[in-house]
């Protein structure tokens, strides 16, 4: 007659006496935490097919790269290409160059002074020589001359 007894008062509450457990009184609702919202951004699924945005005319060793590692600050920071040869002055020495970077800051360089990707060979009159190293393994030289001229120079031809 017991075992019928609490079958019928678990039919009756619907739940067993034992797993109703009373709700603190001391106990404050704190709000929940907002939920994340996801912005919507530009994901690409290749599934065989290129991407659109990369160009066709880089190599994949360009495109593949890893991190960008943070670059020194200065003119070690600046490559061959992101520079331009401004004035070129003449002291007791030899001659001096003035770099405009493409941070828009001049930098006056001599015969030696690195840069990031190469060395100022020489610095004439009217130019400036700087020796390139190459990272590309298919080149075949590992070096390359890049000669920077006055622009006005350059306008007078």
Not at 22 to 30: L, Q
Not at 41 to 62: I, K, M, Q
């Amino acid at each position: 007659m017991r075992v019928t007894l609490a079958v019928a008062v678990v039919i009756a509450l619907g739940t067993p006496v034992a797993a109703q457990s009373p709700a603190p009184a001391n106990v404050t609702a704190t709000p929940a935490a907002p939920a994340k919202v996801e912005e919507p951004g530009y994901t690409y699924h290749p599934e065989g097919r290129r991407d659109p945005f990369v160009s066709l005319l880089r190599r994949a060793a360009d495109v593949q790269r890893g991190p960008v590692s943070a670059r020194p600050g200065g003119l070690s920071g600046l490559a061959t290409a992101e520079v331009t040869l401004k004035g070129v002055l003449q002291g007791r020495e030899g001659y001096l160059g003035i770099l405009l970077g493409a941070d828009s800051k001049s930098y006056i360089v001599r015969a030696g002074d690195r840069l990031l990707d190469g060395t100022v060979r020489t610095i004439a009159a009217d130019s400036l020589v700087i020796v390139q190293q190459q990272n590309d393994p298919l080149a075949a030289r590992k070096q390359q001359d890049v000669r920077k001229t006055l622009r006005h120079l350059e306008e007078a031809k």
